[in-house]
């Protein structure tokens, strides 16, 4: 028990989370600082830390923001040491409306309205930080999505992470926009996320020699699944040079030229007519890479030239790639 009241900076620290999340909990949930100190801005007491504590650890099992507010804020009364089990079966994940109160000094959210609700994700059995994210992405909630996957990595690593966190969620709102047309601001969003947080995965140093190149083919704006191989290499020192989406035959062929890698993988989540023509044009260049790959579902695997691997998880990718860069 600490009996002096703390700052928001202060309190932060102490929890291990942003200030911003803290500001977010007190705007959207009530969980604010309540000691007054005339001419000071509020502190947070050792209850208002013990909330916290409470809604810290239930946001981060998966349990949805506002059901984890209502208990913090019934605290001292007992709290479930644990988020509910995971139901058994496909699970539906709402797009909550926005809170009736307006963020103060932030208005209103765009592009979310009354008809945000009664929307859902569909997920199988997942994990509860899996629950968490897909939750965290029908509300748009780019900071609790963040601290989500950036906890995932903390505790189980990039491969973990992708395989069991981000890549179900990835998948769901795929399906979800397939059969509605909607929700391209949840895909957007989750999207920048999943960017942010694999590109922070620290890198080995400059002085490693760079051997993987990574890159989207040509017209393919999907490029997560190759972040997420780029981000499990730099947790074992693998550096890679990553050329992102719609990476033009040319292109790949001059950065091939330039670099002389040991291991090129091509990502397509969309096919496309020319897909295996890109692949030949890569396996006839004077200096070919000893591991030459295409990964995604975008690539019919009959059409490849002889050589070419065919990559089906980011496992069997990581351990190819960091094979051919030793
Ligand atoms: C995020 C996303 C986007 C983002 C991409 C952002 C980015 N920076 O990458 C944005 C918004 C840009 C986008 C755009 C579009 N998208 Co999109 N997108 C997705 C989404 C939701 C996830 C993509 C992804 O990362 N997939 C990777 C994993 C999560 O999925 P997967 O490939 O199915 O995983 C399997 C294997 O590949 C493997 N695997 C998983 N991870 C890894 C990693 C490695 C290294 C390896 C080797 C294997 C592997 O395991 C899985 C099970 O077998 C998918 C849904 C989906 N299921 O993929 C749609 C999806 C790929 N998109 C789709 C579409 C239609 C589009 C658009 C055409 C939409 C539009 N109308 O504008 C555009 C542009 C397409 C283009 N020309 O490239 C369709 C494609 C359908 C098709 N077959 O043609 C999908 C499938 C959604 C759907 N169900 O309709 N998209």
Do not use: K
């Amino acid at each position: 028990m600490i009996d002096e009241a703390l700052s928001a900076g202060a309190a932060a620290r102490r929890l291990g989370v942003a200030v911003t999340t803290l500001r977010t909990w007190h705007q959207r949930y009530g969980l604010g600082p309540s000691r007054h100190v005339p001419g000071q801005h509020r502190r947070y007491t050792a209850q208002d830390l013990d909330r916290l504590e409470v809604m810290l650890r239930l946001t981060s099992q998966g349990v949805a923001p506002a059901e984890a507010a209502a208990w913090a804020r019934r605290t001292p009364v007992p709290v479930p040491v644990s988020a509910p089990a995971s139901p058994p079966a496909a699970e539906l994940i709402p797009a909550e409306p926005i809170p009736a109160e307006p963020i103060p000094g932030q208005g209103p959210i765009p592009g979310q309205g009354p008809d945000g609700g009664g929307h859902t994700i569909a997920l199988g059995p997942v994990e509860p930080a899996a629950r968490g994210l897909a939750r965290a992405a029908m509300r748009l909630d780019a900071g609790l999505m963040r601290d989500i996957l950036n906890d995932s990595i903390q505790a189980n690593g990039v491969i973990v992470t992708w395989n069991e966190v981000a890549m179900p969620v990835l998948i769901g709102i795929g399906e979800r926009y397939e059969a509605t047309l909607r929700f391209v601001e949840v895909e957007h969003l989750v999207s920048r996320c999943l960017t942010e947080v694999l590109s922070a995965v620290p890198r080995p140093p400059s002085s490693v020699v760079t051997r993987v190149l990574l890159a989207a083919a040509d017209e393919d704006q999907h490029i997560l699944p190759l972040e997420a191989l780029a981000a499990a290499l730099a947790e074992v020192g693998v550096p890679t040079r990553m050329l992102g989406a719609r990476v033009p035959p040319q292109a790949l062929d001059n950065a091939i030229t330039r670099t002389g890698p040991a291991a090129v993988i091509l990502w397509s989540s969309v096919p496309h007519a020319s897909r295996s023509e890109q692949l030949a044009r890569v396996a006839a260049h004077p200096h070919p890479p000893l591991l030459l790959a295409a990964a995604g579902p975008g690539w019919r695997h009959s059409t490849f030239p002889a050589g070419v691997h065919h990559l089906t998880s980011l496992v069997q990718a990581f351990d190819l790639a960091r094979a051919a860069a030793r």
